[in-house]
């Protein structure tokens, strides 16, 4: 399974392909639609650097496995290690459990409340573009504690996986349990949705998150990290 083309096909960037590569427009999304991906084996970064900064960004490039040649070329070049993170996935089955929508409504469209939410944890309209953006089948996902909305998660399906993204609950409403109940909900979609793995993305430095994801049996599945121009 290509988990990266799913990656791409469920939170996708404002793309085009040149010389080799994938670019993708910064838009204040965050890194995952601001780096550029190589598609051609022998496809080497100064083109795709130049193309950067002609559209009026600072280069970054995803480096994903078996793309150590080009690690070490833009090391060479002054790139610095940002974000090293990992791909996450579980069965869907396995994750599903019996009566967990309790309390996790479907919606849609994001709800003016899930917005808010998401706004408190820095996740706001530039983000949910990226949402909009997916044309494949998805949903948006609000926790409920109780009488009070708590929080909210999007999750996407494609190539056979569905990926989980935006997962955020409010302080108040933490160490519930009301993130795992999200991530089974989310879990029971994405069978619906004819995805027999649920995955996604989460940075090495999130330790709360990795610990949650652990805890329900996600496994790393790949790794990845990011390579920014200096200065």
């Given at each position: 399974m290509d988990y990266f083309?799913?990656?791409?096909?469920?939170?996708?960037?404002?793309?085009?392909?040149?010389?080799?590569?994938?670019?993708?427009?910064?838009?204040?999304?965050?890194?995952?639609?601001?780096?550029?991906?190589?598609?051609?084996?022998?496809?080497?970064?100064?083109?795709?650097?130049?193309?950067?900064?002609?559209?009026?960004?600072?280069?970054?490039?995803?480096?994903?496995?078996?793309?150590?040649?080009?690690?070490?070329?833009?090391?060479?070049?002054?790139?610095?290690?940002?974000?090293?993170?990992?791909?996450?996935?579980?069965?869907?089955?396995?994750?599903?459990?019996?009566?967990?929508?309790?309390?996790?409504?479907?919606?849609?469209?994001?709800?003016?409340?899930?917005?808010?939410?998401?706004?408190?944890?820095?996740?706001?309209?530039?983000?949910?573009?990226?949402?909009e953006r997916v044309t494949g089948p998805k949903l948006y996902l609000l926790a409920r504690d109780g009488d009070r909305p708590c929080g909210a998660a999007f999750v996407a399906a494609a190539g056979g996986a569905a990926m989980i993204h935006a997962l955020t609950i409010a302080p108040f409403a933490r160490r519930k349990g009301l993130g795992a109940r999200v991530t089974r909900a989310a879990a029971a979609w994405a069978l619906g949705a004819g995805a027999d793995t649920l995955a996604l993305a989460v940075r090495d430095d999130n330790a709360p998150a990795r610990a949650l994801y652990r805890g329900l049996g996600f496994a790393e599945v790949a790794r990845y990290h990011y390579r920014r121009a200096p200065g």
């Open positions: 083309a799913t990656l791409s096909a469920t939170w996708p960037g404002l793309t085009e392909r040149r010389d080799g590569w994938t670019l993708r427009r910064a838009t204040g999304a965050g890194n995952r639609v601001s780096a550029a991906t190589r598609e051609a084996p022998d496809a080497g970064p100064r083109a795709a650097e130049a193309a950067m900064r002609a559209m009026g960004q600072s280069p970054l490039f995803m480096i994903r496995p078996g793309e150590d040649d080009l690690d070490a070329a833009l090391a060479a070049m002054g790139y610095a290690v940002e974000d090293p993170s990992a791909l996450l996935g579980a069965s869907a089955a396995e994750l599903r459990a019996e009566g967990v929508e309790r309390g996790v409504i479907r919606c849609d469209a994001p709800l003016a409340r899930m917005a808010e939410i998401w706004a408190e944890d820095g996740i706001g309209p530039a983000r949910l573009a990226v949402m």
